[in-house]
């Protein structure tokens, strides 16, 4: 209680000192709103401290903020770089947790060892033995008395905070910092000595004010940037490395536009001689995905050429700064995937989520990266909670990887306890089982059960969109909840759902659609019709499937024993139709087994599908095909299906020869047997 009194009395004289600094009306408007220490908001959401950092204090020799700087040449080469004496070694010997560990600077004693800071000095000692944020304030309120010390605090306090635990972080420590008065102070000296700083305490405040979140419009952010500006020409690649990670964190505007743009000219130039793959990280992230292509090869090649180095967390930082320029990097991606791999069990639970979804970004499909991170997951499955593994689910969901042994653990744990999931949650898993198709061998009646029941316990409180989504996930997988379906197919529900401004309409309309289908070919009444009215349109066949075409006509002699692009009821088409004999050892004429009365005909669909209908790596149908499949044996027809872009690989009398296989082999296999490789 006594320290935060001293705090307040701090505070409230530091305020009356600088309202001398102001004209009148601001300094009685400054000190009219003197209640930012309130303890129940983040400082910096109030007002009256965001107006301290903008208006207290007085600008730099008075000048206006610049766009570009016009006392340094950013376009200039050729500029000698001389070593000098900086403030960086007070960034950690140890990297922060989680996350943020991918975002650690460098280590300590390199930095001591490059930029020689004096040891003797007892205030660094006594800054060392800091633990938290609030001490070293502390310490800055009775000890500092140079730039130079007031930068390393700031740095200091960063490093502190980011070793926190989030909920440490959120609840109290942030707001500590802001509201002590010390960190004002430290504030406004960087302010006021803000081109007499080093390149190095420079480049590293900006990074520690960004990082704990001082606001982007404030004066102080916006000096520091401009400054940057001034000095761009004079920093040294590592600095280059920090402020780069630094103007990733941050908005664009004006300063930082025309800052990014400075350094973009300079990393081109400069590009030829960074051999440390840190570096060439940092700089990938902040050139984003607005950099021209050229300078993204560049970096890629000057990445390749160090890629002897890449440690483990070189190759975490690799993936999300190649996420972050949208840049597929096939090379570099493949390396970094087999060092992940040697130590996945190190892989933090953020950084597996943040690298898969940059894989479906990126569009990057390593079979053998998702089978190792998946499997690494599975051993330590009793490690996370369910929220933690439907993350896991859905990122493998976006990329079409079917994580069998997962599923099947979750789907366990969901059987023993279908109320741990909110609906939010439930809503994930629907999609993800009914897009990857996977339900649990001999456990499909309990683990259905389980889900209608979490279902029906949400009904009152959901909208019909979010019951339209659920429904049709169920579908999908083959289940009808009842309850659930009766109150989505009321007319009521359907005039809701179809807006005539509804921008996903279309999208729903489709989903009810198939939901009608299910509930008349799934139900247990449902029996295969002895005629199905059929249309052919040969003449609409696509592109994609005239060389199929043209080895049925050789393999069976005319196109009159094949039917071609058959529209079926329910909205339904298959690409080719073959008839034959219920020995299944000749082929049919299609217009002679035309009477619905022939009952001893056998009916073969032919369907091409892309690769990407099947879960990676695998012959496994996703959600749509399977629904389709399953629907299409309800009808009455065997479905083969074949992946188009193997089949078009294949020379033509390979391809004949395939075809003949799936048509004439006694025991033909449902599924054409597709190895589907991935990037590496």
């Known amino acids: 209680m006594n320290n935060k009194l001293s705090y307040l009395l701090s505070t409230v004289r530091c305020v009356h000192r600088q309202g001398a600094l102001l004209p009148p009306r601001a300094a009685a408007t400054t000190r009219k709103h003197v209640s930012w220490t309130g303890r129940d908001r983040d400082a910096l959401e109030n007002v009256t401290f965001r107006k301290l950092f903008i208006n207290v204090f007085p600008s730099l020799h008075g000048s206006p903020l610049r766009f570009v700087s016009q006392k340094t040449d950013v376009f200039s080469t050729g500029v000698q770089i001389q070593p000098e004496k900086g403030t960086e070694d007070l960034v950690g010997k140890q990297g922060p947790r989680g996350p943020l560990e991918l975002e650690k600077l460098d280590d300590a004693e390199t930095f001591r060892a490059k930029h020689g800071t004096d040891p003797d000095d007892p205030f660094f000692s006594s800054l060392q033995k800091c633990t938290c944020p609030s001490d070293v304030l502390d310490l800055a309120a009775e000890a500092a008395v140079s730039t130079r010390h007031f930068a390393n605090c700031l740095s200091k306090v960063w490093k502190l905070f980011k070793n926190l635990s989030e909920e440490q972080q959120q609840r109290y420590e942030k707001q500590l910092i802001f509201e002590h008065p010390a960190f004002v102070k430290l504030c406004q000296h960087l ?153 996945v069990q190190d892989v933090p639970f953020r950084q597996l989520i943040l690298m898969l979804e940059a894989c479906y970004h990126l569009k990057y499909h390593n079979v053998s990266l998702f089978a190792a991170l998946a499997e690494h997951v599975n051993s330590t499955a009793y490690l996370w909670d369910n929220r933690q593994i439907i993350l896991f689910l859905s990122a493998f969901e976006m990329l079409g990887f079917q994580p069998s042994e ?177 020995d299944r050892k000749k082929v049919l004429p299609i217009a002679a087994t035309d009477d619905a009365g022939d009952s001893g005909v056998q009916r073969l669909a032919f369907l091409f599908v892309p690769v990407s209908a099947f879960c990676l790596g695998t012959t496994h149908p996703q959600g749509k095909l399977a629904v389709k499949q399953r629907h299409l044996t309800k009808l009455g027809y065997q479905v083969i299906l074949v992946a188009n872009k193997k089949f078009q690989e294949m020379s033509n009398e390979d391809a004949v020869n395939f075809l003949k296989e799936k048509i004439y082999l006694e025991n033909a296999s449902h599924d054409s047997e597709v190895t589907v490789q991935d990037n590496s």
């Open 406 to 582: 997962l599923m099947g653990i979750f789907a366990e744990k969901l059987i023993e306890d279908p109320k741990s999931l909110n609906f939010k949650s439930l809503l994930s898993v629907l999609r993800a089982y009914s897009r990857l198709n996977y339900v649990p061998r001999g456990q499909e009646h309990q683990f259905f059960e389980a889900l209608h029941s979490c279902l029906n316990n949400y009904l009152p409180q959901i909208s019909n969109t979010e019951l339209l989504r659920a429904v049709y996930s169920l579908c999908i997988l083959g289940y009808l909840p009842h309850p659930a379906l009766d109150e989505l197919l009321q007319k009521d529900s359907r005039n809701e759902l179809l807006l005539p401004d509804d921008r996903y309409r279309d999208q729903k309309e489709m989903m009810l659609h198939c939901v009608r289908t299910c509930v008349e070919l799934d139900s247990p009444s449902f029996t295969k019709p002895a005629f199905v009215p059929i249309e052919r349109s040969p003449s609409l066949l696509s592109l994609s499937l005239r060389k199929a075409r043209e080895a049925l006509t050789e393999l069976l002699g005319d196109e009159s024993m094949f039917g071609q692009n058959v529209q079926l009821p329910y909205r339904y088409h298959i690409d080719f139709e073959i008839r034959m004999d219920s």
């Open 191 to 343: 302010l006021q000595d803000a081109r007499r700083v080093t390149r190095g305490d420079l480049v590293f405040s900006l990074h520690a004010l960004v990082s704990l979140g001082v606001p982007q419009n404030t004066l102080l952010v916006q000096t520091l940037v401009r400054v940057c500006q001034e000095k761009l020409n004079q920093f040294d690649n590592r600095c280059l490395s920090v402020l780069a990670t630094t103007l990733a964190g941050l908005d664009k505007d004006k300063n930082v536009s025309a800052l990014q743009a400075g350094l973009q000219l300079l990393v081109e130039q400069r590009l030829p001689g960074i051999r440390d793959i840190f570096i060439l990280q940092n700089l990938m992230k902040c050139m984003g995905k607005d950099a021209p292509v050229f300078l993204k090869k560049k970096l890629e090649m000057a990445v390749l050429k160090e890629i002897d180095q890449l440690t483990f967390l070189n190759a975490l930082r690799l993936f999300l700064a190649l996420d972050a320029m949208n840049y597929c990097s096939t090379p570099i991606l493949n390396a970094c995937s087999k060092k992940i791999q040697e130590n």
